[in-house]
């Protein structure tokens, strides 16, 4: 926390808010109602509605609308150590999904655009300090902005497999992304060779539906053959024929031997969730049976329409004909050729087709799932996959909370603008958390020396031997002296109970007193490497300056 605050304090002010708000300042964002089950909420005595903070953009905004006057006072960026409060749906035990949790929540306000820019440079370059300092290793996503789109995004991330998240990193590079947002090189491929005129070529496959089947009965590659999957896109609303949800055929067209990546689909379509077509639909749509479907023959709608949802407004539009689909290519099929491809006749493939030639599509888009081994695509190194946990969150959030919350100041112009602002967040215990899954073996952890609770523990091996018990004592008065945090072990216990409690509480370094003394010799161990050495007791200081330089 020190750490944080330290370097928090170099691009910012410290605020502590209330945790407890009322109502009226979440109505005003909305998210009174957006935030639903998440929200712990609770009544006062007069029966007045109030929630625990789980984050804090309406009050930093309310305290902006009533301090911030002109564009003098821009820009700013208020900060807070606080605990927050989130019901969440899954809590699990450990740190790492908990409903009571300390967040450093940073929060910027700017005349404009060029000016958010700089405040989240800030925020970026201080995390980085932050989480050097405190000795993770992490990765620097994109993260995925959602159907909210352009606001720039960026998650601090950790790798764990106790993480929720999965990221795609490169072996070599410093590339890293979400698999909603990863892509990779793909190595070239050799197109088939035209057979006959050179035109969709019909041929008989019976039985053989799945893509394994097909390649092999044809003697091909899966990357030679398109995969179709066909989904109704939904969302919430109402369609001329009032329907609760709306729905719209998508057919997406990929590699034989690639997966849909579900989210960037979602994305590039505006929908809120997907369903695979059931049998009668893809009998409309395709007029073909499920194993043969393909996309040649398909009523194409126009890329103009894609993510348009008020399907009220467009009865009769036969841009909105009832038969026609968006066709979504993945982009590794652009400029692929002689392609196999199902007939929408019961076991019938096509050879020769060529996408854009002997199909059309609404528009060609990365739609695809990035596998583990797959080329980075900055250097070509192996990318990887990994589950992560995030620590920290830089957000550009725009004019959402100013705009719907009031907040004005006037610039030189003497004109009221709404402030952009930025928010930004940091898990204070998910640091550690993440730490020891990032530093353990089979009899405990270790933490980097700059966020353990002691840097080093004084084993004073036999409290019953003077000599052992009094140099102990000294050498860790000594340490504590030039500057280190030390805990003294002088409990009447054996030297084994001593080492294990030890090492399993994380001090990164352990001096163990013990018969050397007599030689004037100390035994220093290395938690994280298990590297011993013999040190003079005389020197003993002079060996820390020189491993790791007092933080104070
Ligand atoms: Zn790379």
Redesign the pocket.
Known sequence: MGIVRQEMDKIGQEFYLPTLHPRDLWEESGRWTVMGDNMFRLKDRKGADLCLGMTHEEVMTDIARKELRSYKQLPQIWYQIQTKFRDEPRPKSGLLRVRQFIMKDAYSFDMDAAGLDLSYLKHYDAYCRIFDRCGLKYMVIDAHSGAMGGSQSQEFMVRTPAGEDQVVS??????AANMEKATSKLAPIEDLKPEGDGKPLLVHTPGKGAIADVAEFLKISAKQDIKTVAYMAQNPGKDKDGNKTLEQPVVVFLRGDHMVNEIKLLTLVKASQLRPMQTEELEKYFQGPAGYIGPIGLVVKPRETLGVWDRKEHAGDPKYDDRAVYVLLDEALVGRTNMICGANQLDYHFKNVTPGKDFQYTIAADLRSVTAGED??????PLRIDTAVEVGHIFKLGYKYSESMGARVLDRNGKEVAPIMGSYGIGIERILTAAVEQNNDENGFWLPPSIAPFEVVVVATNTKDETIRTTAENVARQLEASGYDVLLDDRDERPGVKFKDADLVGIPFRINVGKKVTEGMLEVVQRSTRQTADVKISAITEYFQELRPAAR
């Open positions: 490169c072996e070599k590079c410093a590339y980075c695509p900055n250097c070509g190194a």
